[in-house]
């Protein structure tokens, strides 16, 4: 056969079949398990006004300068399609005026998002996302249970064996600014062997020099200083607090000093999941400390922390996807036996049973479609059937059949 002329546009994908089986059982189980810790599902739009991305991405990373779908709409106004759920959450906070009560609010979303880069394995230009954020808690508690609630989603999808959590801290502001400048006295010493964009990187955001994949750049990152001998007595004290609270949440981690947020809105924790199940593309759940971002929204100082995941990539970590359910096959045979047919197929239906019928055939071609169908059972109703208000109910898996009043069904098969 010919392949078609139309495809999917370069790094997007059809969800079809166990693929769709594998997604949905991801963003259910995280919607159930970020339920009993009190999230609340939010659902932002799939674009905004470009400056909700450009403001508190930052307008030299990676992602604004060279990943973002941008465009300008017919009454000349710039969107983008969202690249990440995080931002759209601290603008609804922000314009449904919901900053000054009911904090902290917990808040679950599940959507879509679309980064233009290079697909590969994992990713894609239009992916999906699932992410927790709780903003207006400014205590290392709510850094802790954010993280335990992504690792207890992984144990309940049966991935957390094969996933490792990375911690780090920030710092606070003083922490921080002590520590850019032991970053650009170290790396300035070497800057001949930093790659063109770490060069650029090194007076503006030294951070996220640490974070660069540049062979290069990995080598001198190795041997840079770390965060902690810059740590103010309270940045420190908030670091401990977090990681006393993973460990009674039972939640194992090591601790990573080169993971990194390079913008001035993050603070205190980073952490990262990930694997090496997936290539060089391991992680796999990431999120930290922003206690800027709604600020830079327009709202009030509001201390925040959050992760997000991919759900192309936890779908991948599954041994095995949730199996199709098995229907029941409803057929009738002869024209008279239609009208109880399609009753009985309502009737299991509304009893919460999978059921199919078939639209045309002779009874051994329904069932064959049955068997290609992998139903569980057969009801199968001809004129003789009618006459005595049953059925016959036919064991796909046992091979076995027997007479059924029509009333009954439901009761047998649910």
């Not at 850094?143 to 920030?170: F, M, R, S």
Request: aromatic share 8%; hydrophobic share 40%; proline share 5%.
């Amino acid at each position: 056969m010919a392949k078609p002329d139309l495809q999917p546009a370069r790094g997007t994908h059809d969800l079809i079949g166990e693929e769709f089986r594998r997604h949905r059982h991801v963003t259910e189980t995280a919607r159930r398990i970020a339920a009993l810790y009190g999230f609340e599902e939010w659902a932002t739009p799939i674009f905004e006004d470009t400056r909700v991305f450009a403001r508190t991405l930052g307008e030299t990373s990676d992602v604004v300068s060279k990943e973002m779908y941008s465009f300008e709409d017919r009454g000349g106004e710039s969107i983008t399609l969202r690249p990440e759920g995080t931002a759209g959450a601290c603008r609804a906070l922000v314009t449904n005026g919901l900053t000054q009560s009911n904090l902290p609010r917990k808040v679950f979303y599940a959507g879509p998002m679309f980064r233009y880069e290079r697909p590969q394995k994992g990713r894609y230009r239009q992916f999906h996302q699932i992410g927790c954020e709780v903003m207006g808690a400014a205590e290392p508690l709510a850094d802790a249970e954010v993280i335990a609630c992504g690792w207890h989603i992984q144990q309940e999808l049966g991935i957390g064996e094969g996933t490792v959590l990375e911690i780090n801290t920030l710092g606070d502001a003083p922490s921080r600014d002590a520590y850019r400048a032991a970053l650009v006295a170290y790396f300035r010493a070497s800057a001949d062997k930093l790659s063109e964009d770490s060069r650029a990187r090194l007076e503006k955001n030294p951070m996220r020099i640490l974070d660069s994949k540049n062979p290069g750049d990995r080598a001198l990152v190795a041997e840079a200083p770390t965060i902690e001998p810059h740590l103010t007595e309270a940045a420190a004290t908030f670091y401990a607090g977090v990681k006393r609270a993973l460990e009674r949440f039972g939640v194992p981690f090591r601790e990573n000093p080169r993971i990194v947020r390079g913008l001035d809105y993050y603070s205190h924790t980073a952490f990262e999941f990930v694997t090496e199940r997936l290539g060089a593309q391991g992680t796999v759940m990431a999120g930290g400390r922003y206690d800027g971002l709604v600020e830079e929204m327009g709202g009030p100082p509001t201390p925040s922390v959050g992760w997000a995941a991919g759900i192309e990539r936890l779908s991948m970590l599954l041994e095995t996807g949730p199996a199709a359910p098995r229907p029941v096959a409803v057929i009738a045979v002869g024209e008279a036996a239609e009208g109880a047919a399609l009753d009985a197929v309502q009737a299991l239906r509304r009893a919460g049973v999978v059921a199919e019928i078939a639209y045309k055939g002779n009874l051994k071609r329904r069932m064959e479609r049955a068997n290609r169908l992998g139903a569980r059972a057969a009801i199968i109703i001809g004129e003789e059937e009618l006459a005595g208000g049953v059925a016959q109910l036919r064991d796909l898996d046992a091979g076995t059949q027997e007479r059924v009043p029509l009333a009954e069904l439901a009761a047998r098969l649910g």
